[in-house]
């Protein structure tokens, strides 16, 4: 029986808080009226999400016209990029700038769209998991109709110039979307200071319920309708409000907002403590920049490692991490994050990702070292693959 449980995969998803299940649990029991009756049960819905609503779009910088509540972050993106490629084909522009690093919520909805004529630009990050300002500004075009660049990055937590980018954007004309699903709840936001057009947002990611996110859209941007039915969401989105959802994002975000600096500093603290431990470990390596990095992530490779057999082991000894994105944890491919960053296929599949929270305490965080220190030298013990590494004196800098 393991020792202790440590969860450490919080990008993957966040625990619910207890303020959002009880501020939500009303609208999940006795006011469980559809938002759009007109009797008072009715009313009391409609009421309550338009107070999520407001709520939400003052925590953003927002104004409460803006706000869109979604199914989470991957319908956002669905609508804002898609969106985009109408509104841009109507004017003749059929060209949207990304990067290679993106999420595939944004990723599989750009070849979707290049198999209807769309051209994409896929901006390639540098060593350290960057993108500049710069690449933006030299991938427009005159019919460029969107840049899409994410906030932070999902698998290696590096934290994109978005308001550089949106500020090139503006002044060409070009629609900004950032895919702010690893930022909202966990970096002040202000969409009014980031000059962002379309900004994705996903609860579950800060103790929301799964199955609720947001989209916000500047006044002024009129994005056709994805979702087709009845009129909800300003005929953005079609579909009975999902209340209670929206209730417990409102409320989730406004708690991790809370004291931000201060939890950031703390969550700041134990990253680098677990990174120094883990890199002490030979043939180890640091995916993406250090310090332009939320606060809660690390992403280390190591040399001669099966990334799944890493997971297993650690969870058999009650350590709950990943390898990547939980949405391509199925799959055999190294991570397409990862290698767009320059790192060997070998290492790729050889990493973890640990992201923790405010739950995490300094006990776990050193606990997460023993175990994966521990874990990686009897994986290693046990490869005939380390050893042949071990005997022709390969090292992880040999492979870049």
């Known amino acids: 029986m393991a020792e202790r449980t440590v969860y450490a995969d919080w ?21 469980f009226g559809n938002a759009g009756a007109v009797y008072s049960l009715g009313r009391a819905s409609a009421k309550a999400l338009h107070e999520a609503r407001r709520n939400t779009a003052a925590l953003l910088g927002a104004d409460i016209g803006e706000i869109f509540f979604t199914s989470g972050g991957t319908e956002s993106d669905n609508l804002a990029v898609k969106g985009a490629a109408e509104l841009g084909a109507a004017m003749g522009k059929r060209h949207i700038v990304t990067t290679a690093f993106e999420h595939h919520a944004v990723l599989n909805t750009c070849k979707y769209l290049e198999s209807r004529g769309v ?28 840049v899409s660049m994410m906030y932070v990055n999902n698998e290696i937590g590096t934290i994109q110039p978005v308001a550089e980018a949106a500020a090139i954007c503006r002044s060409r004309g070009v629609l900004f979307h950032t895919d702010a ?5 966990h970096l002040p936001i ?18 929301a319920f799964k199955g609720i996110g947001a989209l916000y859209v500047r006044e002024g941007v009129k994005l056709p309708s994805l979702i087709h039915g009845g009129g909800q969401e300003s005929g953005l989105r079609a579909g009975t409000e999902n209340v209670a959802g929206a209730v417990s994002l409102s409320e989730a975000l406004a708690e991790s907002l809370e004291d931000i600096e201060a939890k950031n500093t703390r969550i700041l603290s134990l990253r680098e403590r677990i990174i120094d431990g883990l890199l002490a470990v030979p043939e180890s390596r640091l995916n993406g920049d250090r310090q332009c990095r939320a606060a809660g992530n690390i992403n280390v490779s190591f040399l001669g490692i099966e990334g799944e057999s890493l997971l297993l082991m650690l969870d058999i000894n009650g350590v709950r991490a990943s390898s990547g ?19 060997h296929p070998e290492l790729a599949k050889g990493s973890l990702r640990l992201t923790i929270g405010s739950d995490t305490t300094e006990a776990d965080a050193d606990y997460i070292v023993r175990v994966t220190s521990k874990a990686v030298a009897e994986l290693r013990s046990m490869s005939p693959f380390w050893q042949r590494i071990v005997s022709e004196g390969r090292h992880i800098d040999d492979l870049r």
Do not use: N, W
């Not at 699903?181 to 709840?185: C, M, R």
């Open 119 to 146: 051209e994409v630009t896929y901006l390639r990050p540098d060593s350290r998991g960057m993108i500049s300002a710069g690449q933006v500004a030299e991938a427009i075009r005159e019919d460029t109709a969107l």
């Open 190 to 207: 202000d969409v009014k200071a980031l000059g962002a057009d379309l900004l994705s947002v996903s609860g579950h990611k800060f103790g």
């Open 325 to 343: 994105s939980a949405c391509t944890s199925f799959s055999a491919e190294p991570s397409h994050v990862l290698t767009s960053i320059g790192v």
């Open 181 to 185: 699903v690893q930022a909202a709840g």
């Open 11 to 31: 990008s993957a998803t966040a625990k619910p808080s207890k303020r959002a299940l009880e501020a939500a649990m009303l609208y999940l029991t006795d006011s």
